[in-house]
C-alpha cells in the first residue's frame, strides 16, 4: 500500500530535549516535505527536501532542522524542543514538478513540548 | 507571495442543508493549483480535489461540488445534502507552478464544518 508513515504519533517531551520524528515514504517520490498545523493558521511549511542531499527552508523553518540521505526518510529534527513548537506535524511527499501533482501526507504527529 | 483565505472560521448546519466553504487566494502566477484537503477528526489529511489555473469548469462528484472563478479569485466548495460524516476541517490550498520554494503547497487557515443530526 502507497502511504507515508510518521513515528510516534503522539510525544510528550520537557523543554530542551533533543527529539526526532522520522517520516518514510514508499512511493519513491523526489519531493518531501515537513508542515505544522495550528489553530487558525492552516499548515505551514517548515523544511522541504527536492530530493536527496537537497533540502531547504520553508515558511517556519525556526527551531528545526532535517536530513535527506536516503530518498524514503525525511526526520524531523528538533535539537532544543520549546513550548511554541507544541503543535501537530504532518510530513508529505510526492512526485517532483509540476507542483500539480497530489501531496500524501503521513498521518500526523501530536506533538506536546511542557 | 501566495495566500490563502478561508475567512470562515467555523459553520455549523443542520443534516441535509446545503453548505458552501469559501475560499480566496491571491498569486502573480498565470499558472497555479489548487486544492481542497478534509482532515476528520481523526486529524488525516485526504485529498478532495486538484484544480489547474486554465481549467475554470465546475466539478461536480457526488453530494460535493466546486466552483473555480479566476475573476474573483476564489474556488469554493458546496456540500449538498450535508451529513454528519461531513463534519470535519476543510482546506483550501494553492501551489504556484514556478516558485522558488519548492511548489510549496499554501493552505488557508481551514474552516470547521459542524453537521448536526
Known amino acids: 500500500e502507497a502511504q507515508v508513515t510518521q513515528n510516534p504519533r503522539y510525544l510528550i517531551t520537557v523543554t530542551g530535549k533533543k527529539l526526532t520524528v522520522t517520516c518514510s515514504q514508499n512511493m519513491n517520490h523526489e519531493y518531501m516535505s515537513w508542515y505544522r498545523q495550528d489553530p487558525g493558521l492552516g499548515l505551514r511549511q517548515i523544511y522541504y527536501?527536492?530530493?536527496?542531499?537537497?533540502?531547504d527552508k520553508g515558511d517556519v523553518p525556526e527551531g528545526y532542522k532535517v536530513s535527506r540521505k536516503e530518498k524514503r526518510n525525511f526526520p524531523l529534527i528538533l535539537e532544543s524542543p520549546s513550548p511554541n513548537q507544541t503543535s501537530l506535524y504532518f510530513c508529505?511527499?510526492?512526485?517532483?514538478?509540476?507542483?500539480?501533482?497530489?501531496?500524501?501526507f503521513g498521518p500526523g504527529t501530536r506533538l506536546t513540548v511542557l | 507571495a501566495q495566500k490563502v483565505t478561508q475567512a470562515q472560521t467555523e459553520i455549523s448546519v443542520v443534516e441535509k442543508e446545503d453548505v458552501t466553504l469559501d475560499c480566496v487566494y491571491e498569486t502573480r502566477d498565470t499558472t497555479y493549483y489548487l486544492f481542497w484537503y478534509k482532515q476528520p477528526p481523526s486529524g488525516e489529511l485526504v485529498f478532495l480535489i486538484r484544480?489547474?489555473?486554465?481549467?475554470?469548469q465546475n466539478e461536480i462528484s457526488g453530494r460535493y461540488s466546486w466552483n473555480f472563478q479566476k475573476s474573483t479569485s476564489s474556488f469554493n466548495f458546496t456540500i449538498t445534502a450535508s451529513q454528519v460524516v461531513d463534519s470535519a476541517v476543510y482546506f483550501c490550498a494553492l501551489s504556484e507552478a514556478w516558485d522558488n520554494a519548492g511548489n510549496m503547497l499554501t493552505f488557508g487557515g481551514g474552516t470547521r464544518l459542524m453537521v448536526k443530526p
Open positions: 484544480r489547474n489555473s486554465f481549467d475554470e
Open positions: 508529505a511527499s510526492r512526485l517532483q514538478p509540476p507542483s500539480y501533482n497530489e501531496q500524501f
Open positions: 527536501s527536492m530530493n536527496v542531499e537537497a533540502t
